[in-house]
């Protein structure tokens, strides 16, 4: 899958959830926004998320961006 920019990503290895501002025409790179601090990322390390926790215990779904992931779109 893809990532592109506007998605809320997770690394493989972590649990803080960002936002990717910028992604490399070639798909290669992403820069994302992790609440503080802007990293370039490898996107092959990063998994994108439909939904993530909002403040009172509720969630928030991008449900477009879920619809395109479940039919193959990136």
Do not use: C, Y
Not at 5 to 15: C, F, I, S
């Amino acid at each position: 899958m893809l990532v592109k920019a506007g998605d809320w990503v997770k690394a493989m290895e972590g649990n803080r959830i960002g936002f990717v501002s910028r992604v490399a025409k070639d798909g290669s790179w992403a820069d994302v926004d992790w609440h503080g601090w802007t990293k370039r990322m490898k996107t092959e390390f990063l998994r994108v998320q439909t939904t993530i926790p909002s403040f009172g215990g509720m969630e928030v779904t991008d449900l477009t961006r879920e619809a395109e992931i479940k039919e193959g779109r990136t």
